[in-house]
């Protein structure tokens, strides 16, 4: 099964004091470009995994879904998104998505924010996507990008050089599999894969890669949040669409 630290009460009252998780998408860095990304789905059935608090669920209902089931692991992040929505196109159902399973040809579209890395069996999690994708179908994704997920390190800080120049320390990089990262207090284990190793896991379960982004902050993102200005060294996020033929 696998982790659960969305459940943990003292957690959970920290990721949803997050401004993410109070203004929804609009905070989210990446949520732009991902939603540039998500297709006309009008008359459409989506699923979105690793829902959380249903944002992307709530998303693919305005881009004109019919249907939406968002699935989590956590029962207060499902509670929550119950909260946040009024809409009877959306469905929302417990599950693990290390052993998910889906209906055949159920979906034309399915969307996951930030859960891949997560996902340990994640060859197993998209073959069942393939399936319950309708021919023509697409699957949306974003992941943190390798670089951030590659360190054996458990934190996450910029290093200085002689010059005073902010850096990413970067190791490890072509050596796939567990990493444990400290958020908030919690040891959270993440799953680190290259970008050959995604390209790769996608092509050999049949779908064909329709669009790939590396995501990193705009100068007008810059302005807003000046911290953010060394994140245009390198990609924070990767985003993939790919469709089954």
């Known amino acids: 099964m696998a982790q659960n630290i969305y459940d943990k009460q003292e957690f959970f009252d920290r990721y949803t004091s997050l401004r993410k998780s109070i203004e929804g998408l609009p905070a989210a860095l ?3 470009s991902m ?8 008359g459409r059935r989506a699923l979105d995994l690793g829902c959380g608090l249903g944002w992307y669920c709530r998303q ?3 881009h004109g879904a019919s249907y939406v089931l ?7 992040m499902l509670r929550r998104a119950q909260e946040l929505t009024d809409d009877k196109r959306i469905e929302y159902k ?13 979906f034309d579209f399915v969307v996951s924010s930030l859960a891949f890395h997560y996902i340990e069996n994640l060859s197993g999690l998209l073959a069942q996507i393939y399936r319950a994708l309708n021919p023509g179908g697409q699957l949306l994704f974003s992941a943190e990008h390798p670089v951030f997920t590659a360190s054996m390190r458990s934190g996450c800080e910029w290093l200085t050089d002689e010059s005073g120049r902010k850096v990413w320390p970067l190791d490890s990089y072509l050596m796939d599999g567990k990493r444990v990262k400290d958020y908030f207090s919690e040891k959270v284990v993440k799953i ?9 896991l996608l092509i050999n379960t049949g779908f064909t890669i329709t669009k ?5 902050p705009n100068v007008k993102k810059i302005e ?9 060294d390198l990609s924070m996020f990767i985003l993939i669409k790919v469709t089954k033929q």
């Not at 417990?94 to 159920?106: K, M």
């Not at 790939?212 to 990193?216: D, G, M, S, Y």
């Open 35 to 42: 939603i540039a990304m998500i297709p006309d789905l009008q």
């Open 70 to 76: 968002g699935i989590d692991l956590s029962e207060k």
């Open 60 to 62: 693919c209902c305005e």
């Open 224 to 232: 807003a949040m000046p911290e953010l200005a060394k994140e245009r």
């Open 94 to 106: 417990r599950a693990d998505l290390e052993q998910l399973i889906l209906p055949e040809a159920s």
């Open 30 to 32: 990446e949520s732009p």
């Open 192 to 200: 680190h894969r290259s970008l050959s190793t995604y390209m790769n």
């Open 212 to 216: 790939f982004v590396e995501w990193t």
